[in-house]
Every structure is written in structure tokens, then in C-alpha cells.
């Protein structure tokens, strides 16, 4: 899988890059990422990419000569056009369905604002997916292109160590949050790790982790805000009883689905 990321800030991600599970892919082939600079394609002396806007207001807008020049070199580095993605706080907002929609695609051009965002004849122009992060604000889009980047890669082939590891967390297919999970010691502070985890029977340790993680999802991802698939899956939840408690065993809830 490549990223060719467009930014102002390409330093911004030299240690990202020399980082854990991403260099490891790096290092291996498994991901390559390229870094291209809007200020290679400025035309004055002083290398400036950015206007103030028509109809006034704050802050500085990316123009559109540096941006297309940018795009249209760049899709050009290699046998296949990549998918130009935008990262903006407009746009669609990023979730598991969304990551593993595109995770099929093997490029990807990262268009990463500054300032005040782009010139909207960018976003007609080149007609990029517009990626947005959440409902808030970053001072650019390279911390969302990072974010996009390590959920992606996580579904390459090779990338992770153990290749079930993807499967079973949060948001994985169904949308249900994971389980709790605990390690060494088994009582820290007064608290221990649930029997059912240390009796080795594999069935009810199964039983336990999907109550878990369904209780667990609509407590936290419950309600109006739930995703379809959050709802379909919390619709065969039973209700727990007054006082229960995540993950407890009271023989009400309904076996593992797999």
C-alpha cells in the first residue's frame, strides 16, 4: 500500500515514520510513503502558496495553482493513480466501515490543509473524498493523515504480528466495542481479574468476552448517536437485570455468535 502525502509540513512526519508497526512495514515493503511539498509548485520567489480570501474574513487560504500542479505531478510517480483523499473537518467522518472500505485500494494521495483550509475550486476541481477525523479542530490535516495511515495499514497483510488481532477489536465487522482485557498481576490494588479469564475453559471465557463487549457497547455506544451497525448488534442484546454487571454470567444472555 502507498501514501503519497501533500502537505506544507513534511518534516512533520520524519518520526512518525521511524516509528513501531509503521517502520517495521516500511522496512519490509509492505507500505511506502513519499512526501511532496505544495512549495515545489509556488511560482514567486518567495514560495507562496496561500491567499486571503475573497469576501474577506481570517486566515489564509491554499490556492489552487500549487494544489493541482501538486496533484496532477504526483499521480503521475506511479503505474496507478491513487485515491486523493482530502482531510477536512466537512467531511465524511472516519469509522471502522469507512477504513476497511478503502483498505482494498493500494494508493492513496493525502491532501493535508493549513491555515484556513483549501480554495473550495480544489475540492470541485479534483473531486477528493473528504475525510474529516471527528467534530473538532487540528492546527492541519497532517495528524488526520497519520491517523488515516495507521488504521489503514493495520489491515495489510504482514503488517500486524498476529493476523487475528484485527478481527477482534473495537469496531471490528459487527461494531461492537472489545472486551475488557487483563494481564499479569491477577490482583493489583484490590482488583482481580475475572475468574471465568483463569479456569481455562474456552467456551465460557468466550461466552464472557461477547456479554462483555455487547454490555459494554451500549452503555457507551448506545442510543440515537449508535452507528446501524451498533443497533442491529445491540438489538439482540437482553436488557441486563437491575444491579448487573459487564460481563457477568446470570445465564440470560445469548451464546457467542461465532
Known amino acids: 500500500m502507498r ?9 512533520l512526519f520524519e518520526s512518525y515514520l521511524q516509528q513501531s508497526l509503521l517502520k517495521k512495514a516500511l522496512d519490509r515493503g509492505l507500505v511506502d510513503i513519499q512526501r511532496w511539498n505544495f512549495r515545489d509548485w509556488a511560482t514567486d520567489r518567495h514560495q507562496s502558496v496561500d491567499d486571503k480570501p475573497y469576501g474577506g474574513g481570517p486566515g489564509m487560504l491554499l490556492r ?19 485515491r486523493l483523499i482530502m482531510l477536512t473537518p466537512s ?22 490543509g493549513r491555515y484556513e483550509g483549501f480554495d473550495d475550486r480544489i475540492r470541485q476541481g479534483l473531486a477528493p473524498l473528504e475525510i474529516s477525523i471527528g467534530d473538532y479542530i487540528t492546527n492541519g490535516g497532517e495528524v488526520p493523515a497519520m491517523v488515516l495511515i ?16 484485527s478481527r477482534y477489536e473495537s469496531f471490528a465487522e459487527s461494531g461492537q466495542l472489545e472486551y475488557p482485557q487483563f494481564t499479569r498481576p491477577r490482583e493489583y490494588r484490590g482488583m482481580s481479574v475475572p475468574e471465568v479469564l483463569l479456569n481455562g475453559n474456552h467456551a465460557e ?10 454490555e ?12 446501524p451497525a451498533v443497533s442491529r448488534t445491540l438489538s439482540a442484546l437482553v436488557p441486563p437485570p437491575p444491579g448487573g454487571q459487564a460481563g457477568a454470567d446470570d445465564g440470560s444472555r ?3 455468535s461465532g
Open 3 to 11: 501514501f503519497d502525502l501533500l502537505t506544507l509540513f513534511p518534516d
Open 64 to 82: 489552487c495553482e500549487p494544489v493541482f500542479e501538486c496533484v496532477e505531478f504526483v499521480q503521475r510517480q506511479a503505474p496507478q493513480p491513487g
Open 91 to 112: 467531511g465524511r467522518t472516519l469509522d471502522q466501515r469507512l477504513v476497511e472500505s478503502l483498505a482494498c485500494e493500494p494508493r492513496f494521495l493525502l491532501l493535508c
Open 150 to 165: 495507521e488504521t489503514l495499514i493495520r489491515l495489510v497483510p504482514g503488517v500486524l504480528g498476529d493476523e487475528t488481532s
Open 205 to 214: 471465557i468466550a461466552r464472557w468476552r461477547e456479554t462483555s463487549s455487547l
Open 216 to 227: 459494554r457497547t451500549r452503555e457507551r455506544r448506545g442510543g440515537e448517536s449508535a452507528s
Open 254 to 256: 445469548r451464546e457467542p
